[in-house]
């Protein structure tokens, strides 16, 4: 039985008032605000009205039917995906087993429309959102979905879920609790993060009656009971999940469904490796990789199934947002605490020469904590981003509002003399000086050591090179491979001088902010600040970013934000890949049309199947 905490102020309370049949009806705020079918978290109209019948993004008759096979990477020991410990496999985020209130439209900034919530009452500032459930929805056991499975769910989250979600979401929440049978209300303290409630009503609802007598954080290898699209039909722990399409699916008619949901079955399998991942593909044991282009030159290469045609790369301009990668620096170890340090490290990757050699004269170089955003740091700051910056002058680097953040460069061939030259008297500033071609701490003699830890042999097409010209500046730098489990486990424990990371950017900026830069937790496990950022100045833009409702604001404010960071020099920014690369046997098809805010991971929001090609079905592949 999931064990509530006596005195919890918020969520475990709500659930103990509704267990005594309180039922609230002092809603006034809620009740005068008009009901609606969705909402923005910015002051913008929504893109689609109380009649549409589809996202734009998606193809309303695409055809259901046929199955598809996925790879990914790691392993997991529980079917709880929101339990607080345990190897949890991550794709049931990708496949919906569970309905939520509402769901993202992924071509809008932040927009939301009702799943299992048929209208809203929200208030202006969004700090009070009252749900009316459409009284049709069921969980597969045909039980109806109610305001007190609400209300638990994030009693069960707030209390027992990853530590991530209290200081992203609960920590910000006074109520949530059932007024009737079909209709709850969330309501958030004053000033908060306008994002935190929508997001927050965008969880997947779990069936109280299942749960109740469950140790929540226990092992989960029985399926649970969902409501969504699909369910769990078999699970081999570690290795594989298949799910089923389930046919008689309450919200199958829904416009917010409308074009998804397309297979009758999905599987996934677990890899050990990238390397095993492309084999898998090239075998015909999986149909589908999205490839990073390090993998998409060499995945098909030689394959006479490519050749026929049989097995497709597609290429395609990214028009969502990009990934940051880069080598992230353990801000908590004194050596780093010296920002000349940081940024003549930072200037030893020889980026021109890489591009020019091994990736093939493509990629781009990271510039920006958001890529191909519109937040997105550039030029020098001016107008409204400029007057924010200027309220941190005298805590801020003169350059920053000189002249543009750059990153010293090469002509591509090799030549890594001026680069070892620039970083060498930066880090004569800071204190360290050449002993027999050695970096020494001057005075005490102290060597300049550094450990990378990365967690894929694919990051060394770029690790090697900039190893070598560490070594070559008199810099003692190793870099250190580790298996998934362990480069957690040290990622977790601040282990480590510098991460060789690579994710996907926060956009539009977010609660996820704060669980990313904000001082408060930079020494808390669970969280993404894993470089251990505590800066006065970051922690005010961050909460200036999440609370802010106009979105020229917001670009304003993530800008100066993007900006500061950059010239921080909290990391040695690498490259990001402008283009997608897909990799599919011809049984599948996607629609014409991409998202453009966020896209979805494949294969559940649009994709389906297509039996008119048989020498490219499993049966045939590899003849």
Not at 30 to 53: E, I, N
Request: charged residues 25%; contains cysteine.
């Amino acid at each position: 039985m999931i064990p509530f905490k006596k005195g919890a102020a918020t969520a475990s309370a709500l659930a103990l008032a509704l267990l005594l049949g309180a039922c609230r009806a002092d809603a006034p705020q809620a009740r005068q605000a008009p009901r609606v079918h969705g909402f923005s978290t910015y002051t913008m109209p929504l893109k689609y009205g109380p009649d549409f019948r589809h996202f734009a993004y998606l193809n309303p008759d695409a055809p259901k039917g046929g199955e598809v096979t996925l790879g990914v990477l790691g392993g997991f020991d529980t079917l709880n995906h929101n339990a607080g410990r345990g190897a949890i496999a991550a794709v049931m985020y990708a496949v919906e087993t569970l309905d939520a209130l509402v769901v993202p439209a992924y071509d809008e900034k932040r927009s939301f429309y009702g799943l299992l919530a048929g209208g809203m009452e929200v208030s202006p500032d969004l700090t009070s959102i009252t749900f009316h459930l459409r009284p049709e929805a069921r969980f597969h056991d045909g039980r109806p979905i109610t305001a007190e499975d609400v209300v638990f769910t994030h009693a069960a989250l707030r209390d027992h879920g990853l530590p991530i979600y209290k200081v992203r979401f609960y920590d910000f929440v006074t109520a949530i609790e059932a007024l009737d049978r079909h209709t709850v209300r969330f309501t958030a303290k004053p000033g908060t993060d306008p994002s935190i409630l929508p997001i927050l009503a965008s969880f997947g609802i779990m069936p109280k009656h299942w749960w109740e007598g469950r140790d929540f954080n226990a092992p989960l290898t029985e399926a649970p009971l969902g409501s969504g699209p699909y369910r769990v039909a078999k699970a081999e722990m570690g290795r594989s999940l298949r799910f089923e399409r389930v046919p008689d699916y309450w919200g199958r008619d829904l416009p917010v469904n409308r074009g998804q949901h397309n297979f009758d079955a999905v599987t996934y399998r677990w890899y050990g490796g990238t390397d095993a991942l492309v084999a898998a593909l090239r075998a015909g044991e999986i149909d589908h990789l999205g490839a990073s282009l390090a993998i998409a030159q060499t995945a098909a290469a030689g394959l006479p199934a490519a050749e026929r045609g049989l097995l497709k790369r597609e290429d395609s301009r990214l028009q969502t947002p990009g990934t940051f990668s880069g080598y992230l620096f353990n801000l908590r170890r004194p050596k780093f605490q010296d920002e000349r340090l940081r940024q003549a490290l930072a200037g030893l990757f020889d980026f021109e020469t890489l591009r020019a050699t091994a990736l093939a004269g493509k990629t781009r170089r990271v510039l920006s904590y958001f890529p191909n955003t519109d937040v997105a740091a550039e030029g020098v700051p001016t107008g409204r981003e400029l007057e924010i910056l200027s309220a941190y002058r005298d805590r801020l680097p003169p350059a920053l509002f000189e002249r543009p953040f750059t990153l010293p460069s090469t002509r591509g061939d090799g030549d890594r003399k001026d680069l070892i030259a620039g970083a060498h008297r930066l880090l004569a500033e800071a204190g360290w000086e050449l002993r027999d071609g050695r970096l020494a701490r001057r005075g005490t003699g102290e060597p300049l050591t550094l450990e990378i830890l990365y967690s894929s042999p694919r990051q060394e097409l770029a690790l090697k090179p900039y190893v070598e010209t560490l070594k070559a500046a008199g810099i003692a730098a190793t870099a250190t491979l580790a298996d998934g489990a362990t480069f957690g486990a040290r990622r977790a424990a601040a282990d480590f001088d510098m991460l060789a990371l690579t994710y996907g950017v926060f956009y539009p900026p977010a609660p996820n902010l704060r669980g990313a830069l904000k001082s408060e937790v930079a020494n808390l496990p669970g969280t993404e600040n894993w470089a251990g950022v505590a800066d006065p100045v970051i922690d005010e833009l961050v909460e200036r970013v999440a609370t802010a409702r106009d979105w020229n604001e917001v670009v304003a404010l993530a800008r100066a934000l993007d900006r500061v960071r950059l010239w921080r020099h909290h990391a040695v920014p690498t490259f990001w890949d402008d283009e997608r690369h897909d990799f599919y046997w011809d049984v599948l098809r996607h629609p014409r049309a991409r998202p453009t805010s966020f896209d979805p991971a494949f294969p559940l929001h649009g994709w389906w199947y297509d039996a008119s090609n048989p020498a490219a079905s499993r049966e045939s592949r590899g003849r």
